[in-house]
């Protein structure tokens, strides 16, 4: 059935490491995908999202593009920093209606 | 972007109490707000999907007599988990949108447990 699946956290990485943090989706059609991003005490922010196949999201250096051939929209970032310490979901949704997500990675990154 | 609270960030009750779920929009009217669950090492799921002045939409196998969802005005809904259970525990979060476009704004989530 529709759903998500990102890859389990947490992740640790270094300062200036590259960060991939993959999704697959499921669902009939083409939907809107999205990455949010939760830092500590906050609620969910929109980070970058993509409407239709091959279109590239991209947002304080992160980047996904949405594949449709592999229904996948991996998030990257060149190098990381401390800052980017979250915990990033990934979703997708048809206008106005729900939204399915993933279970979310954590990310940690270490000066 | 547009802001959402949620009250409380975090809230432990007893069994059998009642707990209220708070969800705001500070900056915008928000016609219709989505209820979230989360449980350890799961993804959200939806719960149900409320719009001003109307009956929440109940997600199937969420009972909406235990998670009762009032919309009353343009920037307040409102969860309240009757007769909590230490099975209730888990992530709510909820997220608010105009209806003008295709994003959401969410609140920072309530971790609700039940002792």
């Known amino acids: 059935g529709d759903s998500v699946t990102q890859m389990e956290g947490p992740v640790t990485l270094s300062e200036e490491a590259f960060l991939t943090i993959n999704c697959t989706y499921t669902?009939?059609?083409?939907?809107?995908l999205f990455w949010y991003v939760q830092y500590p005490g906050e609620g969910l922010q929109l980070l970058l999202k993509?409407?239709?196949?091959?279109d590239k999201g991209s947002n304080k250096g992160f980047e996904a593009t949405y594949r449709k051939e592999t229904t996948s929209f991996h998030l990257e970032k060149g190098s990381v920093q401390v800052s980017d310490s979250a915990v990033y979901f990934c979703?997708?949704?048809?206008?106005?209606?729900?939204?399915?997500f993933g279970s979310g990675t954590k990310l940690n990154v270490k000066p | 972007g547009a802001v959402v609270s949620q009250h409380p960030s975090w809230v432990i009750c007893k069994s059998g109490t009642s707990v209220k779920i708070e969800c705001r929009s500070l900056?915008?009217?928000?016609?219709?707000m989505f209820w979230y669950r989360q449980f350890p090492k799961q993804s959200l799921m939806l719960m149900a999907t409320?719009?001003?002045?109307?009956?929440?939409?109940?997600e199937q196998g969420v009972e909406k007599d235990k998670f009762l969802i009032n919309h009353a005005s343009l920037t307040l809904s409102t969860l309240t988990v009757t007769s909590a259970h230490p099975e209730d525990s888990s992530f709510y979060i909820c997220?608010?949108?105009?209806?003008?476009?295709?994003?959401?704004?969410f609140g920072q989530g309530t971790r609700l447990t039940v002792v």
């Open positions: 900056d915008f009217q928000a016609t219709t």
């Open positions: 979703a997708w949704r048809y206008n106005f209606n729900k939204f399915y």
């Open positions: 669902a009939t059609g083409y939907p809107s």
């Open positions: 997220s608010a949108e105009s209806g003008a476009n295709t994003e959401a704004f």
């Open positions: 993509a409407t239709k196949a091959d």
């Open positions: 409320s719009n001003e002045g109307s009956k929440a939409t109940y």
